[in-house]
C-alpha cells in the first residue's frame, strides 16, 4: 500500500499503527482483511487479461514475511496473500512477479520504501542485507517449481549512495536463491530509483535488468506533453540512457514502472490534461515497441490518480474520507503528483532561508542529489512529520465503526464499485493488440 494509491498519509506502517490503535485489534484485522480480498479478486484477474496483459508485477511489503521485532522467523501470512493472487492470475493465463517493495532499514529514501526514514539505512548495516538474503531464500524455496511465477523482482528502486553495496548484495542474493531455486529469472533494478546503472560492473546468469521509466511531462510539476520533436527526442533519450548497460552486455531489458499520473474531474482542464498524457504514454509504449521489450504498468488500481481501475466517487471509502483527501491535496503531502499551490507561500521562504545559509557547494551533497536541497526539505517535513502526525487524523474517520460499516469501506475497492480509465487501458489494449 503506497500513501496515493488508498489515500492514507506517509507511510503503511505508520498508518497501520494508528488503525490499530483507532479500531482494536480484532476490527483492525477484520478491515485489512477484507480490503485485501477484495482488492484484487476473479473478476480483476479477468479484467487485467482482458486488456491482453499477460503478467502483473506483485507489490510486497517484507513486513508480512518478516516481523522487524523477530526476523528470525519468516510468516506464513505473505505466502497465503501472495498465493492466492498467484492462482487467480494463473486461471486467467497471466504470470506473476513477485517484488519486495520494501526493506528493513528501508532500501531507499521514499516513502514507497515504508521505512518512515529519510536515508536509506538497509545499505549501513549487513544485518539488514542479510536478513533480506534469508527471507528471499524462503520465498523462492517455497516458490520453486512454481509455472505461473515468471520470476522474482529481489528490491524494488535500490537506492545505495555508493553504488557499490547494491552490487554485492545482488551476487550474495542471486546465489542464495540459485541454491534453492536455479530457475525463475531475476529482475534486477538499477541504482537510484531503477534509473541508473552506472556502477554496474557485471551480467549476472539468468537475470533480466530492469528500468522505471517515468517522465516528468506526465505529472503535475512537468510542461505539458504536446508531442513536439524536442518532447519526443527527450522521451528517447532518457530511455536510452537507462538501458545503455543491457545494449552493452546484450542482456534483455524489463521496465518494471512507468505511467503518467493523471487529473480529476474537479480540476480545471482535466479531459485535455488527460488526453495529453494519454499521448504521452502512447509514444512511450512506441518506443519500447522499436525495441521490443517487456513492461509492467504502474499501476491497476487506485482511488483515482494514477490506476487503470479507480474506486467510485460515491463509494462509502471516498465518501468518508473525502474532507481528508481535499486536505491532503491543499497540503501537497504526497510527493506523487504534488500540486503545490495553496503552500508554496508556506515552503518557499524557508527553501531560500536554507539556500542562503548552507553553502552552494554543499547543497546538493545529499544523495539522490538530482532531488536539490528543495527534494530532501520536503522530505523530510511534509512527507514525514507532517504527513505523520496526520496518520492519526485519517485513522480517526474509522473510529466507532461496526464490522458492517468496516465491511462496506474495505468493499469500496471491489471491482464492481469501481470506474475504469477507458483511455488508459483503450491504449494498453491496443498495445497488446498489435503484440499478438
Not at 520465498?139 to 557499490?164: F, L
Not at 528517447?236 to 540512457?241: A, G, H, K, P, T
Request: hydrophobic fraction near 35%; charged fraction near 25%.
Amino acid at each position: 500500500m503506497e500513501n496515493f494509491i488508498t489515500g492514507f498519509p506517509g507511510h503503511e506502517h505508520e498508518m497501520r499503527a494508528a488503525m490499530l490503535e483507532v479500531l482494536g485489534k480484532e476490527k483492525y484485522e477484520y478491515f485489512f482483511e477484507r480490503f485485501l480480498d477484495y482488492f484484487f479478486t476473479a473478476a480483476d484477474a479477468r479484467l487485467f487479461a482482458s486488456v491482453g496483459l499477460n503478467c502483473i508485477r506483485i507489490p510486497m511489503n517484507h513486513r508480512y514475511f518478516m516481523d522487524d521485532i523477530n526476523p528470525s522467523v519468516i510468516k506464513p501470512e505473505g505466502f497465503r496473500l501472495v498465493d492466492r493472487i498467484v492462482d487467480l492470475c494463473a486461471a486467467e493465463g497471466i504470470y506473476t512477479i513477485l517484488d519486495m517493495h520494501s526493506f528493513p532499514g528501508g532500501q531507499n529514501g521514499g516513502w514507497h520504501s515504508d521505512s518512515g526514514l529519510h536515508r536509506a539505512t538497509f545499505w549501513e548495516f549487513k544485518d539488514l542485507q542479510d536478513r533480506a538474503t534469508h527471507m528471499w531464500v524462503e520465498i523462492a524455496k517455497y516458490y520453486a517449481g512454481s509455472t505461473w511465477v515468471a520470476g522474482y523482482n529481489p528490491m524494488n528502486e535500490p537506492a545505495d549512495p555508493q553504488h557499490h553495496n547494491l552490487q554485492t548484495w545482488y551476487r550474495e542474493v542471486e546465489k542464495a536463491i540459485r541454491e534453492v531455486d536455479p530457475d525463475h529469472i531475476l529482475f534486477l533494478d538499477g541504482n537510484t530509483y531503477s534509473m541508473d546503472f552506472t556502477g554496474f560492473k557485471e551480467v549476472l546468469p539468468n537475470c533480466v535488468y530492469s528500468i522505471h521509466d517515468y517522465a516528468t511531462m506526465g505529472f503535475p510539476a512537468g510542461e505539458p506533453y504536446k508531442g513536439t520533436s524536442e518532447q519526443r527526442d527527450i522521451l528517447r533519450r532518457s530511455y536510452e540512457r537507462k538501458v545503455e548497460f543491457m545494449r552493452e552486455h546484450k542482456v534483455p531489458i524489463w521496465n518494471g514502472e512507468f505511467g503518467p499520473v493523471y487529473a480529476s474531474p474537479d480540476q480545471a482542464n482535466h479531459e485535455q490534461i488527460n488526453q495529453q498524457r494519454y499521448n504521452l504514454l502512447g509514444e512511450q509504449l512506441s518506443i519500447y515497441k522499436q525495441d521490443q521489450i517487456h513492461w509492467s504498468i504502474w499501476l491497476y488500481k487506485d482511488i483515482g490518480f494514477q490506476g487503470m481501475i479507480y474506486t467510485k466517487p460515491n463509494s462509502a471509502y471516498m465518501r468518508l474520507l473525502q474532507p481528508f483527501f481535499a486536505k491532503k491535496r491543499r497540503l501537497g503531502l504526497d510527493k506523487w503528483g504534488r500540486d503545490d499551490t495553496h503552500v508554496k507561500h508556506i515552503y518557499e521562504p524557508l527553501i531560500q532561508h536554507l539556500k542562503e545559509e548552507i553553502p552552494e557547494k554543499f547543497q546538493r551533497r545529499r544523495y539522490p542529489q538530482h532531488w536539490g536541497l528543495e527534494g530532501h526539505v520536503h522530505r523530510v517535513i511534509r512527507e514525514m512529520l507532517v504527513s505523520e502526525l496526520l496518520t492519526y487524523e485519517y485513522a480517526s474517520y474509522f473510529e466507532g465503526k461496526s464490522m458492517e460499516e468496516l465491511d462496506e469501506l474495505a468493499a469500496s475497492f471491489k471491482l464492481e464499485n469501481c470506474l475504469r480509465r477507458d483511455g488508459l487501458n483503450a491504449i494498453l489494449q491496443a498495445d497488446a493488440g498489435i503484440s499478438k
